[in-house]
């Protein structure tokens, strides 16, 4: 055979020592035992080994045996115990499962942490798994640690082992690490029924598991083999270097496509080097290449030409996603972030999702206008049932018989009730119980009809809380937060996998890790993602036990070199599997410069380059032509059309006529950010109240006279404490007195050094402040408010708009679209017949309080140029005097006025940068652009494009 220390001492586990058999000649039935690596290659082998012995014409066979050493040991021990071969006084105890094992390291975890002042910044739940993960290998690789090399750690997972082990003793419990050694040397000593032959599948790595188990099969008389995967002659692979990760997985998705259209019966495999990190990008890659038809939900139910293998988390399924986050809303803390509610508020899953979806939606929108940030749940629910309340009075009054109000009002309730009911310890499959009445309270799984997936996920999860009885010896009376912490860890760790029977046949494209290897023959393999980074792994030792010791015994995830040499083992695999293989990396990751893994040398040197652009070409369809319809323009303005924004519609007319037709037409707008009470807005409405106070009716002599008396700070607290009030009596809550006393301080501060700057002014009388007008240009009719307007000693006019924060700017009055156009309008269309000497935003801010504008004459106002003093930015050929600005800013706002009422729509803008507040930018698909202009970039020849205005 073979010699299976030096094989531990190299790190390997497969030589050639043992016989080779190819997947084919084996006839299935007990005879034959597969033991395979992973739990999903014993699968995937299964299913090869029925379509090989299909495709020899048989009828009939008996399926493939396969399974991981540690099922079956557990199926072979447990069959001689059932058989009465193994006596049942023979056990150790009883047998614990990872969920019932886990509580006892948790606890043992706790109590030596309670002591530890920065105990809450530990992640318990990591390092509960690397504590059972570092028992399995101190138990079955017989680990023994040096005096000189015990760390800190190590020490401590040594206390939390004999925690463990103390309680399992005095309970007759079994850990999963003692259970496997106990199978194991039940086999040592004859036990079990054994097979005629033995084969081992896709270990390339050193098993000391199974260096025992084969070891005493050998002894036994068990012919050994090693499984041949091997379907071809090993082939030269091409090999693709992309331009970032999401042009690889755009390449393989389009070489997936291409095979898809020449041969329908195709099978592919898709293998990434960093799966979690990417599944995301390749199937949106794939959905477009493979479905760019499927748009909207009525295709999620369809089956799909491609399959993850891995499957999906369960805690990441819809309905179970929104049943843990109603659970952990009920048991969570006492402060909630209100964004997070208003986000499961319009979830599926519960309540009313679809009749109640509107109502829903408008509850959120009255929360985060009426709520800070942070706040309670109790307060949540007071506020929403008194809004629902309102709701079923209107609902009432209009005779709608079908309001949902009530019935959401049950459901907060309920959820209200759930949180109380949250307090205490009680045992698990209490809390259990507890949870699953909690969810049938909320409505939950929902209204809507569940997919397939759906309904197993639901399903899981039901399971998961029955199961939930046997953790109440070992985890005891338990507060309803670990319950809830349990459950989840539970749901993520189970993978929702493609069910058997949704589909007719096997997907024609299956998505795996690089570990996984093909069981049978492929038409085409593409490796993904194979960057110096990432492959071969890097490695990752157990934290609690010394890096030094794990490498000396060979355990291969501490060992840089063992990795390569099974990375590059399953590279050759995937070689000889397909008569395609294409290797492909990523150049580059953001602003970071990527490099191939140096286990693609030798392929680099014998494989061809395939082209990115190539692989990204759009295969020929035969799909009805589409017909192109330019989006540019909208309908026109109708004459029932009522169309608001004010100045604020022109100036998103003016930077990007889309953003004006989205937010002002067709009223798509974000939701309120909440804030803590005082955003920015609001200190800027403040502000104005306060602004407003001091000056209406007033002129500079005031203010030099309050100064000269010594009385304007009076003047001024009263002015704040009028617009406090004023602020407090239209907020929907009134400010705490501590915040409202700083922000009087604030604002205190901030006009005594706006008014010492307004005192160095020529002399002048406020004739108007926050005005308000209505105006029609061309037609279209737009409301204004005039924040100031002041007169001169002479009777010419000086228009102000405040600004609290110094992103406005004045630069594009001299341009032919005008972003700021609130100033020039009042100039030209509220007040087009009156002198104007000057126009200013008054930035009032403490850091650097000031005027920016454009004036008729210098020294009208502090730091504002006359015109004649900005020839820069006003030529004299386009601007030669005052009136022929005006008359520039008139025009520019009526050409904006005609592209609105016209329906001009177009998503062009001159400065992406101009978007920054732009709150319909996602409607703008500007990532999809760019990507299309990418895409068109890879295809045509180097230097093509195309000049002119950004459309972005």
Same mark, same amino acid.
């Given at each position: 055979?073979?010699?299976?220390?030096?094989?531990?001492?190299?790190?390997?586990?497969?030589?050639?020592?043992?016989?080779?058999?190819?997947?084919?000649?084996?006839?299935?039935?007990?005879?034959?035992?597969?033991?395979?690596?992973?739990?999903?290659?014993?699968?995937?082998?299964?299913?090869?080994?029925?379509?090989?012995?299909?495709?020899?014409?048989?009828?009939?066979?008996?399926?493939?045996?396969?399974?991981?050493?540690?099922?079956?040991?557990?199926?072979?021990?447990?069959?001689?115990?059932?058989?009465?071969?193994?006596?049942?006084?023979?056990?150790?105890?009883?047998?614990?499962?990872?969920?019932?094992?886990?509580?006892?390291?948790?606890?043992?975890?706790?109590?030596?942490?309670?002591?530890?002042?920065?105990?809450?910044?530990?992640?318990?739940?990591?390092?509960?798994?690397?504590?059972?993960?570092?028992?399995?290998?101190?138990?079955?690789?017989?680990?023994?640690?040096?005096?000189?090399?015990?760390?800190?750690?190590?020490?401590?997972?040594?206390?939390?082992?004999?925690?463990?082990?103390?309680?399992?003793?005095?309970?007759?419990?079994?850990?999963?690490?003692?259970?496997?050694?106990?199978?194991?040397?039940?086999?040592?000593?004859?036990?079990?029924?054994?097979?005629?032959?033995?084969?081992?599948?896709?270990?390339?790595?050193?098993?000391?598991?199974?260096?025992?188990?084969? !070891?005493?099969?050998?002894?036994?008389?068990?012919?050994?083999?090693?499984?041949?995967?091997?379907?071809?002659?090993?082939?030269?692979?091409?090999?693709?270097?992309? #331009?970032?990760?999401?042009?690889?997985?755009?390449?393989?998705?389009?070489?997936?496509?291409?095979?898809?259209?020449?041969?329908?019966?195709?099978?592919?495999?898709?293998?990434?080097?960093?799966?979690?990190?990417?599944?995301?990008?390749?199937?949106?890659?794939?959905? #477009?290449?493979?479905?760019?038809?499927?748009?909207?939900?009525?295709?999620?139910?369809?089956?799909?030409?491609?399959?993850?293998? /891995?499957?999906?988390?369960?805690?990441?399924?819809?309905?179970?996603?929104?049943?843990?986050?109603?659970?952990?809303?009920?048991?969570?803390?006492?402060?909630?972030?209100?964004?997070?509610?208003?986000?499961?508020?319009?979830?599926?899953?519960?309540?009313?999702?679809?009749?109640?979806? /509107?109502?829903?939606?408008?509850?959120?929108?009255?929360?985060?206008?009426?709520?800070?940030?942070?706040?309670?749940?109790?307060?949540?629910?007071?506020?929403?049932?008194?809004?629902?309340?309102?709701?079923?009075?209107?609902?009432?009054?209009?005779?709608?018989?079908?309001?949902?109000?009530?019935?959401?009002?049950?459901?907060?309730?309920?959820?209200?009730?759930?949180?109380?009911?949250?307090?205490?310890?009680?045992?698990?499959?209490?809390?259990?119980?507890?949870?699953?009445?909690?969810?049938?309270?909320?409505?939950?799984?929902?209204?809507?009809?569940?997919?397939?997936?759906?309904?197993?996920?639901?399903?899981?999860?039901?399971?998961?809380?029955?199961?939930?009885?046997?953790?109440?010896?070992?985890?005891? !009376?338990?507060?309803?937060?670990?319950?809830?912490?349990?459950?989840?860890?539970?749901?993520?760790?189970?993978?929702?996998?493609?069910?058997?029977?949704?589909?007719?046949?096997?997907?024609?494209?299956?998505?795996?890790?690089?570990?996984?290897?093909?069981?049978?023959?492929?038409?085409?393999?593409?490796?993904?993602?194979?960057?110096?980074?990432?492959?071969?792994?890097?490695?990752?030792?157990?934290?609690?036990?010394?890096?030094?010791?794990?490498?000396?015994?060979?355990?291969?995830?501490?060992?840089?070199?063992?990795?390569?040499?099974?990375?590059?083992?399953?590279?050759?695999?995937?070689?000889?599997?397909?008569?395609?293989?294409?290797?492909?990396?990523?150049?580059?990751?953001?602003?970071?410069?990527?490099?191939?893994?140096?286990?693609?040398?030798?392929?680099?040197?014998?494989?061809?380059?395939?082209?990115?652009?190539?692989?990204?070409?759009?295969?020929?369809?035969?799909?009805?032509?589409?017909?192109?319809?330019?989006?540019? !323009?909208?309908?026109?303005?109708?004459?029932?059309?009522?169309?608001?924004?004010?100045?604020?519609?022109?100036?998103?007319?003016?930077?990007?006529?889309?953003?004006?037709?989205?937010?002002?037409?067709?009223?798509?707008?974000?939701?309120?950010?909440?804030?803590?009470?005082?955003?920015?807005?609001?200190?800027?409405?403040?502000?104005?109240?306060?602004?407003?106070?001091?000056?209406?009716?007033?002129?500079?002599?005031?203010?030099?006279?309050?100064?000269?008396?010594?009385?304007?700070?009076?003047?001024? #607290?009263?002015?704040?404490?009028?617009?406090?009030?004023?602020?407090?009596?239209?907020?929907?809550?009134?400010?705490?007195?501590?915040?409202?006393?700083?922000?009087?301080?604030?604002?205190?501060?901030?006009?005594?050094?706006?008014?010492?700057?307004?005192?160095? !002014?020529?002399?002048?009388?406020?004739?108007?402040?926050?005005?308000?007008?209505?105006?029609?240009?061309?037609?279209?009719?737009?409301?204004?408010?005039?924040?100031?307007?002041?007169?001169?000693?002479?009777?010419?006019?000086?228009?102000?708009?405040?600004?609290?924060?110094?992103?406005?700017?004045?630069?594009?009055?001299?341009?032919?679209?005008?972003?700021?156009?609130?100033?020039?309008?009042?100039?030209?269309?509220?007040?087009?017949?009156?002198?104007?000497?000057?126009?200013?935003?008054?930035?009032?801010?403490?850091?650097?309080?000031?005027?920016?504008?454009?004036?008729?004459?210098?020294?009208?106002?502090?730091?504002?140029?006359?015109?004649?003093?900005?020839?820069?930015?006003?030529?004299?050929?386009?601007?030669?005097?005052?009136?022929?600005?005006?008359?520039?800013?008139?025009?520019?706002?009526?050409?904006?006025?005609?592209?609105?009422?016209?329906?001009?729509?177009?998503?062009?803008?001159?400065?992406?940068?101009?978007?920054?507040?732009?709150?319909?930018?996602?409607?703008?698909?500007?990532?999809?652009?760019?990507?299309?202009?990418?895409?068109?970039?890879?295809?045509?020849?180097?230097? #093509?494009?195309?000049?002119?205005?950004?459309?972005?």
């Amino acid at each position: 055979m073979r010699d299976w220390h030096a094989a531990a001492a190299a790190g390997r586990m497969m030589e050639p020592a043992l016989p080779r058999l190819a997947l084919a000649d084996l006839p299935g039935g007990a005879e034959d035992v597969v033991l395979c690596a992973t739990a999903h290659l014993a699968t995937d082998l299964r299913r090869a080994h029925g379509e090989a012995q299909a495709r020899a014409g048989r009828r009939l066979w008996r399926p493939l045996q396969g399974a991981t050493v540690a099922q079956w040991l557990e199926h072979t021990i447990s069959a001689a115990l059932l058989s009465g071969e193994i006596p049942p006084a023979a056990m150790p105890g009883r047998f614990l499962t990872p969920a019932q094992e886990r509580p006892l390291w948790e606890t043992a975890l706790r109590e030596e942490m309670d002591s530890e002042p920065l105990a809450d910044l530990f992640d318990t739940e990591a390092l509960v798994a690397a504590a059972i993960e570092a028992d399995q290998l101190f138990r079955l690789w017989r680990i023994e640690v040096p005096a000189d090399l015990e760390s800190e750690e190590y020490r401590a997972f040594r206390r939390w082992q004999e925690l463990v082990a103390e309680r399992c003793r005095n309970a007759r419990w079994v850990t999963q690490a003692e259970a496997l050694l106990w199978r194991l040397a039940c086999l040592e000593r004859g036990a079990g029924k054994m097979p005629q032959r033995l084969l081992i599948a896709g270990f390339m790595t050193h098993d000391p598991l199974l260096e025992q188990v084969l !070891r005493a099969l050998m002894q036994r008389g068990v012919a050994l083999f090693e499984l041949d995967f091997a379907t071809s002659a090993p082939v030269a692979p091409r090999h693709l270097p992309a #331009a970032d990760r999401a042009a690889e997985c755009r390449a393989a998705a389009a070489w997936a496509r291409d095979w898809r259209a020449r041969k329908p019966d195709v099978r592919l495999r898709i293998a990434l080097a960093d799966l979690p990190a990417t599944q995301a990008t390749l199937e949106a890659a794939l959905e #477009a290449a493979l479905r760019p038809q499927a748009v909207g939900a009525g295709w999620a139910p369809l089956p799909r030409d491609f399959v993850f293998s /891995d499957g999906q988390p369960l805690a990441e399924i819809e309905p179970v996603a929104t049943a843990l986050r109603l659970l952990r809303l009920a048991i969570g803390p006492r402060q909630v972030a209100l964004a997070e509610f208003g986000a499961l508020l319009c979830a599926p899953g519960w309540a009313g999702d679809l009749s109640a979806a /509107d109502l829903r939606a408008r509850l959120d929108v009255f929360l985060r206008e009426c709520l800070p940030a942070q706040t309670t749940l109790e307060r949540i629910v007071r506020r929403s049932l008194a809004w629902l309340r309102q709701e079923d009075e209107k609902a009432e009054k209009a005779n709608d018989t079908d309001s949902q109000t009530r019935r959401l009002a049950v459901a907060l309730a309920a959820l209200q009730d759930a949180a109380r009911q949250s307090a205490g310890r009680a045992a698990p499959s209490h809390w259990a119980a507890r949870f699953a009445a909690w969810l049938e309270n909320l409505g939950w799984p929902g209204e809507r009809p569940l997919l397939v997936v759906e309904r197993f996920a639901c399903d899981a999860l039901s399971e998961l809380l029955t199961a939930t009885i046997l953790l109440d010896d070992v985890a005891g !009376r338990i507060e309803a937060g670990m319950a809830w912490r349990e459950l989840r860890r539970q749901c993520r760790a189970r993978r929702i996998r493609p069910l058997p029977g949704t589909r007719t046949s096997q997907p024609a494209i299956e998505i795996c890790r690089l570990g996984d290897v093909p069981a049978g023959p492929l038409d085409g393999v593409w490796l993904l993602g194979l960057n110096e980074s990432v492959w071969p792994p890097l490695p990752r030792p157990n934290p609690l036990l010394p890096a030094a010791v794990q490498r000396a015994r060979g355990i291969p995830a501490a060992s840089a070199t063992t990795l390569a040499a099974a990375a590059r083992e399953a590279q050759a695999v995937w070689r000889a599997s397909a008569a395609e293989v294409v290797f492909s990396w990523s150049r580059q990751a953001g602003e970071r410069m990527l490099r191939p893994s140096p286990l693609l040398a030798d392929a680099l040197a014998v494989g061809g380059l395939l082209s990115e652009g190539k692989a990204a070409l759009p295969a020929e369809s035969t799909a009805p032509a589409i017909e192109l319809l330019d989006d540019a !323009r909208a309908p026109a303005v109708s004459a029932d059309e009522r169309v608001r924004g004010g100045t604020a519609l022109l100036a998103a007319q003016a930077i990007c006529p889309a953003w004006a037709f989205y937010r002002y037409r067709l009223g798509a707008a974000v939701l309120p950010a909440p804030t803590f009470l005082l955003d920015a807005r609001a200190r800027g409405a403040l502000l104005h109240l306060a602004l407003e106070a001091f000056w209406r009716g007033r002129a500079q002599a005031d203010l030099l006279r309050f100064m000269e008396s010594g009385a304007l700070p009076a003047e001024i #607290a009263r002015v704040v404490d009028q617009a406090l009030a004023e602020f407090g009596r239209r907020a929907v809550e009134p400010l705490p007195s501590r915040l409202a006393g700083l922000e009087k301080v604030r604002l205190e501060a901030l006009l005594a050094r706006w008014l010492a700057l307004e005192a160095a !002014r020529p002399p002048f009388r406020v004739l108007a402040c926050e005005e308000r007008h209505e105006i029609s240009i061309e037609g279209l009719p737009v409301r204004l408010v005039v924040d100031r307007v002041d007169a001169l000693a002479d009777g010419r006019l000086v228009i102000l708009d405040y600004k609290s924060g110094r992103t406005a700017r004045a630069e594009s009055w001299s341009e032919a679209r005008l972003v700021e156009p609130q100033l020039p309008i009042y100039a030209s269309c509220v007040y087009p017949d009156r002198p104007l000497a000057a126009v200013a935003l008054a930035r009032v801010v403490s850091d650097a309080p000031g005027f920016a504008g454009v004036a008729e004459e210098s020294g009208l106002l502090p730091g504002v140029k006359s015109l004649d003093e900005q020839r820069r930015r006003y030529a004299l050929e386009v601007f030669p005097d005052w009136p022929a600005l005006r008359r520039h800013w008139a025009g520019s706002i009526t050409e904006l006025a005609r592209e609105i009422l016209q329906g001009v729509a177009a998503v062009v803008c001159e400065r992406e940068s101009d978007l920054a507040y732009c709150e319909v930018k996602p409607l703008l698909r500007l990532a999809e652009r760019r990507q299309q202009w990418e895409e068109t970039q890879a295809i045509l020849a180097p230097g #093509a494009g195309a000049a002119g205005r950004a459309v972005e």
